[in-house]
T-cell receptor, first 111, second 112 residues
């Protein structure tokens, strides 16, 4: 069953802690993306990767980091430098420049 | 990417067609019109896209005006599960790394 999976569904972060959100796809897509959504708002691009071992900053990359060691995986780390991390995080993938398909999302909350 | 304008909300009766308008008067010749929807607390779901011809798939139909300045998404027989926020987006096909710019969307409530 092809698709995009994100884990965990809910994640709690303590002050000063780094947390990592998982995103895996088995659609054989080269491109992967991370977006952030705040309540009642649209999506904003954090990072994207067009190919393994390469990634670019989006509009709101500060306080976040990513890696792309495998085609199937694009984990996002929310670092302690991100002062307002509470949001809904969405991962997407696509063939380069083509239709993006989204995962179910991870909701991050700060304790 | 061109900006889009959508009504903030609309209601629709179950079983009836839902017609969702979108204005994109500054669209460029190489920009496609995309529609996504987002059901509460889920990831956006791709619905349909088109350049200038009308398009239909198992979920919906997309009608684009001849001047391409506006479009309408049609859900032919709305069900309660179609209650969601619907986003109209324009973007260039094939542009590497091109983000999706989601505006406010239209909040559609399907009523029994």
């Amino acid at each position: 069953d092809g698709g995009i999976t994100q884990s965990p569904k809910y994640l709690f972060r303590k002050e000063g802690q780094n947390v990592t959100l998982s995103c895996e796809q088995n659609l054989n897509h080269d491109a992967m993306y991370w977006y952030r959504q705040d309540p009642g708002q649209g999506l904003r691009l954090i990072y994207y990767s067009q190919i393994v071992n390469d990634f670019q900053k989006g509009d709101i990359a500060e306080g976040y980091s990513v890696s792309r060691e495998k085609k199937e995986s694009f984990p996002l780390t929310v670092t302690s430098a991100q002062k307002n991390p509470t949001a809904f995080y969405l991962c997407a993938s696509s063939s380069p420049g083509e239709t993006q398909y989204f995962g179910p999302g991870t909701r991050l909350l700060v304790l | 990417d061109a900006k889009t304008t959508q009504p903030p909300s609309m209601d629709c009766a179950e079983g009836r067609a839902a017609n969702l308008p979108c204005n994109h008067s500054t669209i460029s010749g190489n920009e496609y019109v995309y529609w996504y929807r987002q059901i509460h607390s889920q990831g956006p779901q791709y619905i349909i896209h088109g350049l200038k011809n009308n398009e239909t798939n198992e979920m919906a139909s997309l009608i684009i005006t001849e001047d391409r300045k506006s479009s309408t998404l049609i859900l032919p027989h709305a069900t309660l599960r179609d209650t969601a926020v619907y986003y109209c987006i324009v973007r260039v096909w094939g542009a590497a790394g091109n983000k999706l710019t989601f505006g406010g969307g239209t909040r559609v409530l399907v009523k029994p």
